[in-house]
């Protein structure tokens, strides 16, 4: 990294969006301020910094912000092209299916699991697990055809989808262990099983995942906050 | 001009009012080159080579180049910009101000379409909170463009330029069922209208406003709303 390059993330360690920065930057090999911020309690910084969402992940680069997980994650690979392995191919096809397929993470996926339990209804709820694991097949096929028989989607090593999907494991582990129920399940999405384990492994990904445990302990707080409003407001 | 393709090497499959094929046909003129324009007639059903073609989403704008398919509109946007480097660019060069290009896009992409839909969708409280959004919206661009011509500044006509204008000519249809002006909310984002709207590329790409308001119309009576 060039001297003088200050790198400062405004985040909170339980979002997969801010986790997808934490592994890109990881990957990169560039060093960077963790801020912790209260999001019950959001700072001067992160408001002047993200005026337009006022949301986490924010990257600082020598005090000019970035926002929204995938921009500064491309922002990252296009800044720093010099440092660590690109997170992109060169070749203009393969970008797009890349740029397409982390999208994809974003607009189907994440959308469909949200809805699975924070769905309004029971029937909402087990719709969106249903959409869920539709957008996991498809991904399953996704990674077939990118890796094209290497281990990630950017094929011999990591790349934006990888980083993009990523972003997500802990949550998505979690919630199988809170759940009962497989998600990278080996028999329906054999491919993505392996990649999930795969991924977990690599030294980058261990610096940026949060901890299962802590992560189960977090959604089941937040699960007992929710049912305690919910019986306040019915009384 | 660079390429020597022939027009049979880029292929749109789009639909004549969709503001997602609009972003691609303003960039196709932009950089000049040549294209088969396949119209998808949507209301009637999808074709085969459109299913198979973006089976994810099942959407146009689908480009095919060489026969191989990029999806999603400002994915196709960047594609253009990647696979005809010698053409003009609509993304800058630098890096921050191209994070800033995608972020103002993705703005646009998650917020526009959607909140103005809800504008002619729905009536009563849903409705009042659409113009709610939508004014903070318009606010919001009005912001971000500021003095400058274009919004993508120093570059000129830029992605995010692409991005919004084929949103333009449905202003009026906001106007109408929102009962607001945009050149009172954000007179700014209306004079940049009307400078973007004259734009040879844009010009050629975008519809009137009174056929998107007939537009609208029609789908409304598709879907049985009043």
Redesign the interface.
């Known amino acids: 990294m060039a001297a003088g390059d200050d790198l400062k993330l405004l985040g909170a360690w339980p979002s997969p969006f801010v986790v997808r920065v934490k592994l890109a930057l990881s990957f990169k090999g560039l060093s960077f301020e963790n801020v912790e911020e209260d999001l019950g309690n959001k700072s001067e910084l992160l408001v002047s910094s993200n005026p337009?969402h006022k949301k986490v992940p924010v990257l600082l680069?020598n005090g000019?912000p970035?926002?929204?997980s995938m921009?500064?994650v491309?922002?990252i690979d296009?800044?720093f092209t010099g440092t660590g392995p690109s997170l992109l191919s060169s070749d203009?096809?393969e970008?797009?299916i890349a740029?397409?397929w982390a999208?994809?993470v974003d607009d189907?996926l994440v959308t469909s699991w949200v809805q699975s339990f924070r769905g309004k209804t029971e029937e909402d709820k087990s719709e969106g697990t249903k959409q869920m694991f539709a957008a996991l097949q498809?991904l399953e096929g996704a990674l077939r055809e990118c890796s094209k028989g290497e281990g990630y989607f950017g094929g011999e090593s990591v790349g934006l989808v990888d980083v993009s999907l990523g972003g997500l494991l802990s949550w998505l582990n979690a919630t199988e262990e809170m759940s009962g129920t497989k998600i990278f399940d080996p028999v329906k999405t054999p491919l993505l099983a392996a990649w999930a384990e795969r991924f977990s492994e690599l030294d980058g990904a261990k610096l940026a995942l949060p901890d299962k445990d802590r992560m189960v302990e977090f959604i089941q707080k937040r699960q007992a906050q929710a049912a305690a409003a919910a019986a306040a407001s019915q009384k | 001009m660079a390429s020597e393709k022939s027009s049979s090497d880029l292929t749109l499959l789009d639909f004549w009012v969709s503001p997602f094929g609009q972003r691609v046909r303003i960039a196709l003129a932009e950089k000049s080159l040549p294209y088969e324009y396949v119209e998808e007639d949507l209301l009637a059903g999808k074709s085969d080579r459109l299913l198979q073609s973006n089976p994810?989403h099942k959407k146009i704008p689908v480009l095919l180049?060489g026969g191989?398919p990029?999806?999603?509109s400002l994915?196709?946007v960047?594609?253009l910009d990647?696979?005809f480097p010698d053409t003009p660019s609509l993304l800058p060069a630098d890096?921050?101000a191209?994070?800033q290009a995608?972020?103002w896009a993705?703005?646009v992409d998650k917020k526009v379409y959607d909140c103005g839909s809800r504008l002619w969708k729905f009536k009563g409280e849903p409705q009042a909170q659409a113009k709610a959004e939508m004014l903070e919206i318009l606010k919001?661009l009005e912001t971000e463009l500021g003095d400058k011509e274009f919004f993508g500044g120093e570059h000129g006509f830029g992605f995010v330029d692409a991005a919004f204008a084929p949103f333009t000519p449905w202003f009026m249809s906001y106007e109408k069922y929102g009962e607001f002006k945009v050149a009172e909310v954000a007179p700014k984002i209306a004079a940049w209208a009307e400078r973007v709207g004259k734009r040879e590329s844009v010009a050629k790409s975008l519809y009137s406003p009174d056929k998107v308001y007939d537009f609208i119309g029609v789908l409304k009576q598709k879907y049985g709303i009043e």
């Open positions: 337009v680069h000019k970035i926002c929204e921009v500064i491309q922002y296009e800044a203009p096809h970008r797009a740029r397409f999208a994809y189907k498809t | 994810a180049h191989k990029v999806n999603e994915i196709i960047q594609y990647e696979a890096p921050y191209r994070a995608r972020f993705d703005y919001t």
